[in-house]
DNA sequence: GTCTATATCCTGATAGAC
DNA sequence: GTCTATCAGGATATAGAC
């Protein structure tokens, strides 16, 4: 994320664009089934549970919901899942990968810090909009995961803060940004793109691309310099 | 709102500095008991179960854990309270009731827009902090209540949303906010707020005092007019 | 790999004594 | 207003036939 254009083949856009619950829960490059080395019917479960944890939540879920949802009878959800828990880890995991490769992506693609802020922050808060269900997994349903699968998260988390840290250090560093307090703002720029996945449902009037305009704008302007700044480093 | 000024004899940093479950939950005013016209064991309940729907969520909460934590049997519950729905109905009016009055106050005995947002969205960051318990059941078990109790809270989110959108309108009327979507920022300002209920405990580094500064720095930086625009206010 | 049937335990809520 | 005892149903997960 700090070689500005080395990548820029990658399209920062393309992998922003994907509509389905599939096409979030895909590794970039899979291939073997729609979701990478699971089978067909796990993955039926899985968009089943994705569904019902984001509309009821994780212990308002009964494995008989995910169930009849995937076509199954109760028992049919063990074969592939050895619990209620691991399906929500196997979600949360790859809902975090795939937010993580998206934001990787969108920074590696940039040519400058600024262009890098709008990418990812946009990027991001659009994927919690055309991908609330999952992300509302990612971000909401994170306490009910038990401890060793909590701490297996904790570091994708923690990868996704870094990459907004750092491209908030290479734009004080260029001079394109001011930001007194680096890892304050890099939360509070997460939190606004996270509660995305909060408040947006399909009914409403704001589109997944207008709220990626929207808020890799007001990125932007939250780390700008002011005008006495401004004035110092253009002179 | 908008009368800069006027209620300045309210120091607006008096409710925010409220440190106790107990106190959030407590209106403005109240005498009679703890929290206004509820029994003290009413409020034990209210306490008890806060607690465990801040750290477990609503359904991962059973009756039986509520009515322990709070001394009592299982059945003992029910003399107060006709279902855990309406346990939680109470604990997220209460808590929407007390947030939108601190941001009602915090506004209107500010003297300017920008002071004005720097309190509400400062003050309402610190009540996340402080009261991250009872800000998480107000802000992320919302869609737990039954739908007429939903119905009920939703009247005063909108309230808190014109609050936030008010002064927000006034600081452009000034001159001293440029902004180019009144409801979208609005949005995104609360959205860095509420976040704090979910990423805040008392373990972090940071003290409710400080986010209650960086926030409120944070909310001017997002509307703040750029230099052009600056210079043409100046000129 | 999927089913039917079921074990085992827990859930919200109530009845009725004190 | 609080208790003990309990109802009636639902929860996750497993056993064993096919």
Do not use: C, N
Request: glycine share 8%; net charge negative.
């Amino acid at each position: 994320m700090r070689a500005y254009g080395m990548l820029s083949t990658v399209p920062s856009t393309t992998p922003l664009s994907e509509s389905t619950l599939l096409a979030a829960l895909a590794p970039a490059g899979g291939r073997q089934s729609a979701v990478g080395d699971v089978s067909d019917t796990a993955v039926r479960i899985m968009l089943a549970a994705a569904d019902a944890f984001a509309q009821r939540g994780f212990h308002a879920t009964t494995t008989r919901d995910i169930a009849s949802r995937a076509g199954l009878s109760p028992a049919g959800v063990y074969v592939h899942f050895t619990s209620k828990e691991v399906l929500l880890f196997e979600l949360s995991r790859r809902g975090h990968e795939r937010a993580r490769d998206l934001l990787v992506e969108a920074a590696a693609a940039a040519d400058s810090p600024t262009e890098a802020l709008r990418a990812i922050i946009g990027g991001f808060s659009r994927w919690h909009a055309e991908h609330y269900e999952l992300g509302r997994i990612v971000q909401f349903e994170f306490r009910h995961l038990r401890p060793e699968h909590r701490d297996a998260v904790l570091g994708l988390r923690k990868e996704i803060d870094q990459v907004v840290a750092g491209v908030l250090r290479d734009g004080v560093d260029t001079g394109e940004f001011a930001v007194t307090d680096v890892p304050a703002t890099a939360l509070a720029l997460l939190s606004m793109a996270i509660d995305v996945a909060r408040w947006y449902t399909p009914d409403v009037r704001r589109t997944p691309a207008a709220i990626e305009a929207t808020y890799g704008e007001l990125a932007f302007r939250l780390v700008r310099p002011g005008e006495a700044l401004a004035a110092s480093v253009l002179s």
